[in-house]
């Protein structure tokens, strides 16, 4: 604003000085006129004087005014950036070998058990036996361990399990073209379990002089049934019982119950097929029972071990038995003398 005030001032004194410029310019015109006049013959003429009475208008510039340079505007408030969005979970690809297994028909190579031969549910002696198989059992072999020393077998009441090799008699060329265990695997996993041999059960019955109990020594039996003497022209049988509360719990304990008996040291195998039928004999009880004849023997002492072990847990109403229960095996024994 100051330096505009400067410039308006001195355009105003420009126009003074020329306003007066012209007032003596007009006052010299006028007395050179008279002196012209004013020779000895010359015509006397008035000096005339021409006053400007006022100055020239003067127009004022008009004051530019300030335009602002900008409007300030305000500055939105600021939009805050989204937050980025994980990614999802990354759920891992299986893995699937290009060269995986395919199954393939397991070909029917049968055998036949040596001698007395445990079952077990591994290729090796570290593993659990569930069973023990006679001599003369019938089976098929599906397939070997990599030593090709234990036999993955399948019995004819549909379970699967191992047996040392060399007690098994069988086709050795036919074991030659069996599938390795990978593919076996494979084929067992889709192929149906084949269905089990149904078991026959027996009337149950009343113990008869020639019946034994395996287990005639422990305490609560040894006054009842203890110390027998049977004739060497009777039929021996050894049994054993078990009781329950209901017949769920009596089947629980006919599917998942292994039995070990031997008689001087001579496994007793076929105990799975002399099982009676369940017998109700109160109105809270059930037994089943097994009766494994042994014919007529010699007269002589003879002594029976017994073990009892299960796959699953039971219970009979009042304990539980096997993995994770109260009790995971029975054991006893029977004396008895034939005459």
């Known amino acids: 604003m100051a330096s505009t005030s400067t410039q308006f001032g001195q355009g105003q004194r420009n126009r003074r000085q020329k306003s007066v410029g012209r007032f003596l310019v007009l006052i010299i015109a006028g007395l050179s006129l008279t002196a012209a006049g004013c020779g000895l013959n010359g015509q006397k003429v008035a000096t005339q004087f021409v006053i400007l009475t006022s100055e020239p208008t003067i127009t004022i510039a008009p004051i530019v005014s300030m335009t602002p340079r900008?409007?300030?505007?305000?500055?939105?408030?600021?939009?805050?950036?989204?937050?980025?969005?994980?990614?999802?979970?990354?759920?891992?690809?299986?893995?699937?070998?290009?060269t995986a297994p395919t199954a393939t028909a397991i070909p029917a190579v049968r055998g036949t058990v040596r001698s007395t031969a445990n079952f077990r549910t591994g290729p090796g002696r570290d593993f659990?036996?569930?069973?023990?198989?006679?001599?003369?059992?019938?089976?098929?072999?599906?397939?070997?361990?990599?030593?090709?020393?234990?036999?993955?077998?399948?019995?004819?009441?549909?379970?699967?399990?191992?047996?040392?090799?060399n007690l098994i008699d069988t086709d050795s060329e036919a074991v030659q073209v069996l599938p390795p265990p990978q593919l076996t695997a494979v084929a067992l996993a889709t192929l149906p379990p084949a269905p089990p041999t149904p078991v026959p059960t027996l009337t149950w019955r009343a113990t008869r002089t020639g019946d034994i109990l395996a287990y005639c020594d422990l305490p609560a039996?040894?006054?009842?049934?203890?110390?027998?003497?049977?004739?060497?022209?009777?039929?021996?049988?050894?049994?054993?019982?078990?009781?329950?509360?209901?017949?769920?719990?009596?089947?629980?304990?006919?599917?998942?119950?292994?039995?070990?008996?031997?008689?001087?040291?001579?496994?007793?195998?076929?105990?799975?097929?002399?099982?009676?039928?369940?017998?109700?004999?109160?109105?809270?009880?059930?037994?089943?029972?097994?009766?494994?004849?042994?014919?007529?023997?010699?007269?002589?002492?003879?002594?029976?071990?017994?073990?009892?072990?299960?796959?699953?847990?039971?219970?009979?109403?009042?304990?539980?038995?096997?993995?994770?229960?109260?009790?995971?095996?029975?054991?006893?024994?029977?004396?008895?003398?034939?005459?």
Do not use: M
């Open 70 to 98: 900008f409007t300030a505007t305000l500055i939105p408030t600021a939009t805050p950036i989204p937050s980025e969005t994980l990614p999802a979970s990354l759920t891992p690809t299986p893995f699937i070998p290009t």
């Open 128 to 165: 659990e036996a569930q069973d023990q198989l006679a001599q003369g059992t019938e089976l098929t072999i599906l397939s070997y361990n990599d030593t090709q020393e234990w036999f993955l077998v399948r019995l004819d009441d549909g379970r699967s399990g191992w047996v040392q090799a």
């Open 221 to 339: 039996f040894a006054a009842t049934a203890g110390n027998k003497t049977v004739n060497s022209s009777s039929e021996v049988t050894v049994y054993w019982t078990w009781e329950a509360t209901t017949p769920e719990q009596i089947q629980d304990q006919i599917d998942y119950a292994i039995y070990e008996i031997k008689l001087n040291g001579k496994a007793l195998e076929e105990w799975r097929n002399y099982r009676t039928a369940v017998h109700r004999y109160s109105a809270t009880r059930y037994e089943v029972k097994w009766l494994v004849p042994v014919g007529q023997l010699e007269a002589g002492e003879y002594t029976i071990d017994y073990k009892l072990s299960w796959t699953q847990r039971v219970e009979d109403g009042t304990s539980s038995f096997g993995p994770g229960g109260e009790e995971e095996t029975n054991t006893g024994s029977c004396k008895f003398t034939v005459r």
